[in-house]
């Protein structure tokens, strides 16, 4: 289909700015609470509660430097951040009223400071201390930041051709457009971090050279792509990815069929069925091996998509792909029922013998998580259930090698401004480590 | 249904609402549809002395996303003609002969000029004159409005000049922009004024310009100060109400009050009447909201007084004024202290921070298990759950708690933090009735300590 003519981008970022009006109302709403519980749920700690007076009092460069300080990657968080489960969740005002639309207020006052071109955060003096960082996403960003701050040389390596990370590549842009990621990494690297794009560890990045050149290296390579389902056809599947992927960078060529299944239940699953809803799918419906009470996917995003119309399957398990030569036309599957809980607490589903049944279908999506780190193997460095292990100080069993972000979620659900946070207390174990080696 | 209806000083009105003289009741038209939107009556604009108004004229004060919460204004009197104002004043009255419709004015200071103006008013019909001895910029410099206001033997003179030619009640309009406005209400009461009104407005600069440096509003580069009124001047306004309805003099005079100065709702209302005013008069409220405010004005006393069964306005009119005191003659045995609701605490921590960094510091964070803890959560803390179901809980050490109502003040729910009357521990006494009896404690903090030793007295 053609959807040139389709106005506005279905894909747009959904949430409008905030007018300097509706801004100015929603902060003086704000209590001002002393030891506020936002930014106790923020897991970068902004003070939310001065951020917001300050855009009351019309102290708009105040406002954005108090996010700045606690969080680099504000711009994005802003946009991006499961607030309901964050601050604006934790909102005194929340439990019998409105929530203060924390993230929107943040919006508002990063948008400013950009649209302005402020430069709000400078570098600190040189210390003569090197720092490699292989990755540009959340952690590998805001690590930078923090470390440029405290006067460290930076040097970002990363095996994509733009910075980001999934902020770039992975977070739809209903949520960020490519923009505000890119805007964001070009803050890091003005305040003197060398990018270096297309440079991947372990193919053309060698990781004893890297140790033999910098004082310290702080891993922040994310996830991988979604892992193998292990079923006949599987080929015919569509990676949710890499479909998001396309999305934020060329969406007219993104080919979304008419009967579209999405195979998970988490935030990406629901990102992918999104997508396809406004990319014109006819129907969408999501399989998920458990029941809505097991889904990974956050209630708010799990309310969104339902209002989108797309449609769910529980209890079904995918057994293999239907197809007439390249074309899928059905998808085989089990229905489960709930047995055990495992160890995370959530009920086991097991398989009914002889329930087997086709769902038709031209296109199939999966979205079941991404591959754990590949690289700790080949750099011996320990794991914990496939993903990075770090001490308290983010600190690998590699000594001055330390990693953050989705590559540590061993436990808990990965988010953009953990991984900030994550990079921002690396940094300053970073720094801290690095002060004792110069006996300073 | 309470009887809201009014007599003031032999004026009638429906109920005790009138326009103040000012914008509102500037024009026939005008005080035409408040009368249709059942506003009990109008003074009108001051009319008088010839004057020239300027642009900018009003100023706003806002607060805290909260529009207008006092207006301040270079305003003069009417500048519309003299002849077109009593025409008009003359119309209005034939056409609502049960509404109060009081003409106020100003003119230079001698005889023959209130003479003149005196016998002009009455020729309209109107039921009353109101003498403005308030207008605080303008007209004072040229003798007028608060340069009359603020000299209570002008006041005196000016008003027997009046009441020498008047036959319709006098009321004097006071200015608050004197230390102590009794002085001027006696000077009125003495000249013979058949009613007083007060407030007028403050005076006042509203804002400077950040951007330039000007007066804001700026008047061609210049600005200065004007009269402030709305509902940031009701607290000033209500004492001034009580010190004028309290004083002996006056209360021997027996001359009606009319408030204002704030009033923007019943419940406002309600508080003037409880100090001593006979009736009301508006003008902010009206500017900010329109005719229309009558509705809840009206309705909302006339509910109140239902759910008290008040009948009408006398049976409450100054019930408070008994309850006024000077500060030696309060108890200072009276104990009250703060208690916190739990079940309504939002654990905004504003009552915390609020006693701890500027009071007492009597306020603790508890946790689950009760024990005392700091503010501050762990870095690695986060989620809504973590920052919410073990959130701290501020509770009151009532051993320590003084009593000074702070944490009440600031606390964002309503009803959540109670002042709690507590059994006096020690005899009710009096600064008076002490330093009458023990006069060493008043200039010897020596003698004070023994005294709190007696009377087991911690303060920490
Ligand atoms: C589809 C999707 C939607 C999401 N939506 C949200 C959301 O709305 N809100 C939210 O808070 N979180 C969301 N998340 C999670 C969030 O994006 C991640 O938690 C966050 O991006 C983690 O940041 P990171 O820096 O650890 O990793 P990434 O953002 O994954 O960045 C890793 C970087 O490392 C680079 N890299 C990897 N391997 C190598 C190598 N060997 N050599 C060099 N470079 C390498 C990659 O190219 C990439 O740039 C979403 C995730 C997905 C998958
Ligand atoms: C813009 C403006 C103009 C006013 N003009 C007059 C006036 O001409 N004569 C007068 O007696 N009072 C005048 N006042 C004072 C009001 O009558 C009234 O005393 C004062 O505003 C307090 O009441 P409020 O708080 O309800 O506004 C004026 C007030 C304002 C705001
Ligand atoms: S960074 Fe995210 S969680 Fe933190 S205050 Fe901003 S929007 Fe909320
Ligand atoms: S909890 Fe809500 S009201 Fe309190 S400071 Fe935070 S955003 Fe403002
Ligand atoms: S101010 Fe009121 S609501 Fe806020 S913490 Fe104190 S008692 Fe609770």
Not at chain 1, 5 to 26: C, G, I
Request: charged share 20%; net charge negative.
């Amino acid at each position: 289909m053609d959807r040139e003519e389709v106005r506005p981008d279905p894909l747009a970022e959904l949430l409008p700015a905030l007018s300097d009006h509706e801004a100015t109302l929603e902060a003086n709403r704000c209590l001002f609470c002393f030891d506020a519980p936002c930014t106790h749920a923020c897991p970068t700690h902004i003070d939310v509660p001065n951020f917001i007076k300050k855009i009351a009092t019309g102290n708009l460069i105040g406002s954005a430097s108090t996010i700045l300080k606690s969080n680099l990657l504000g711009a994005t968080c802003a946009r991006v951040c499961p607030v309901q489960e964050l601050c604006e969740g934790a909102c005194v005002l929340g439990a019998e009223h409105r929530p203060i639309t924390v993230g929107r207020l943040q919006r508002y006052s990063m948008d400013f400071a950009s649209d302005k071109g402020l430069e709000l955060i400078r570098p600190g003096n040189p210390t003569g201390k090197r720092v490699a960082i292989v990755g540009s996403g959340a952690a590998g960003l805001s690590c930078a930041g923090e470390l440029r701050k405290l006067g460290h040389e930076v040097v970002v390596f990363d095996k994509r051709g733009l910075p980001g990370g999934l902020s770039t590549y992975g977070i739809i842009k209903l949520r960020e457009p490519i923009e505000v990621a890119l805007a964001e990494a070009d803050m890091i690297s003005s305040l003197g971090a060398h990018f270096e794009y297309e440079r991947e560890l372990g193919q053309n990045l060698d990781f004893k050279e890297l140790q033999a050149e910098f004082d310290a290296i702080f891993l922040a390579v994310g996830l991988g792509w979604t892992p193998r389902l292990g079923i006949p056809g599987e080929e015919l599947i569509v990676d949710g990815l890499a479909m998001i992927e396309q999305s934020k960078t060329d969406e007219k060529r993104v080919v979304v069929g008419d009967k579209v299944l999405v195979i998970g239940a988490g935030n990406t699953a629901v990102d992918c069925a999104t997508i396809a809803k406004r990319l014109g799918a006819r129907a969408v419906t999501m399989v998920y091996r458990r029941t809505e009470c097991e889904m990974s996917a956050y209630d708010h995003e799990y309310d969104f998509v339902k209002a989108e119309g797309v449609r769910f399957k529980f209890l079904t398990q995918p057994v293999a792909v239907l197809h007439d030569g390249e074309k899928v036309v059905g998808l085989e599957c089990r229905s489960m029922q709930l047995g055990e809980l495992d160890e995370s607490g959530r009920a086991t589903p097991v398989p009914i013998e002889g329930s087997e049944f086709i769902i038709e279908t031209d296109q199939i999506i999966k979205a079941i998580g991404q591959e754990k780190p590949a690289l700790a193997a080949l750099l011996g460095i320990d794991t914990i259930r496939g993903f990075l292990k770090v001490n308290e100080e983010f600190e690998t069993n590699l000594p001055n090698v330390f990693a953050g972000g989705d590559c540590i979620r061993a436990t808990g659900s990965a988010s953009t401004v953990m991984a900030v946070q994550d990079g921002k207390m690396a940094a300053d174990s970073i720094h801290k480590k690095l002060s004792l080696s110069s006996g300073g | 249904m309470a009887d809201l209806s009014t007599v003031f000083a032999g004026i009638k009105s429906p109920n005790p609402f009138w326009l103040a003289s000012a914008p509102p009741s500037n024009s026939g038209e005008q005080v035409h549809r408040a009368f249709e939107a059942g506003w009990g009556g109008a003074v009108w604009k001051t009319i008088g002395a010839p004057v020239l108004n300027v642009s900018n004229r009003y100023g706003a004060f806002h607060y805290g996303g909260q529009k207008m919460v006092g207006i301040n204004n270079v305003e003069l009197i009417s500048d519309r003609p003299l002849d077109v104002n009593l025409r008009e004043i003359a119309e209005v009255k034939r056409a609502w002969p049960d509404r109060a419709l009081i003409v106020s004015a100003m003119v230079e200071s001698n005889p023959d000029a209130w003479r003149q103006i005196v016998r002009q008013i009455e020729d309209t019909g109107a039921d009353g004159i109101e003498l403005n001895y308030g207008c605080p910029h303008g007209m004072s410099e040229r003798g007028m409005g608060s340069a009359v206001g603020q000299v209570p033997e002008y006041c005196e003179q000016i008003t027997s000049w009046v009441k020498n030619v008047a036959t319709i009640p006098v009321i004097v309009k006071l200015t608050p922009n004197i230390t102590n406005i009794v002085g001027p209400a006696r000077g009125a009461v003495a000249g013979g004024a058949d009613a007083i009104s007060l407030i007028n407005t403050l005076n006042s600069i509203t804002a400077v310009n950040l951007d330039n440096f000007e007066i804001s509003p700026n008047i061609g580069g210049k600005g200065g100060h004007g009269g402030f009124a709305g509902p940031a001047v009701k607290p000033i306004a209500l004492n001034m109400l009580a010190a004028v309805a309290s004083d002996e003099v006056i209360v021997r005079s027996g001359v009606p009050i009319s408030g204002m100065g704030g009033i923007s709702a019943w419940r406002d209302a309600a508080e003037f009447v409880l100090l001593g005013a006979s009736s009301l008069q508006v003008c902010t409220a009206v500017m900010h909201y329109g005719f229309r405010i009558i509705d809840d004005l009206c309705d909302g006393l006339s509910n109140w007084m239902d759910s008290k069964q008040i009948e009408s306005l006398n049976d409450i009119r100054g019930k408070s004024l008994s309850r006024l005191s000077a500060f030696q003659d309060l108890d200072l045995a009276f104990r009250a202290v703060a208690r916190i609701d739990q079940e309504k605490c939002i654990q905004c921590n504003l009552c915390y921070v609020a006693c701890n960094d500027t009071a007492h510091q009597c306020i603790d964070l508890h946790n689950a298990i009760g024990q005392v803890v700091p503010p501050g959560h762990d870095v690695r803390s986060n989620g809504k759950k973590e920052a919410t179901v073990n959130r701290p809980r501020p509770v009151v050490r009532e051993d320590d708690c003084v009593g000074c109502r702070l944490c009440h003040n600031v606390c964002p729910v309503e009803g959540c933090i109670e002042m709690v009357e507590l059994p006096p521990s020690r005899p009710a006494v009096t600064w008076s009735e002490l330093s009458h009896v023990r006069p060493d404690i008043t200039q010897d903090w020596d003698a004070m300590k023994r005294y709190r030793e007696e009377t087991g007295i911690h303060i920490h």
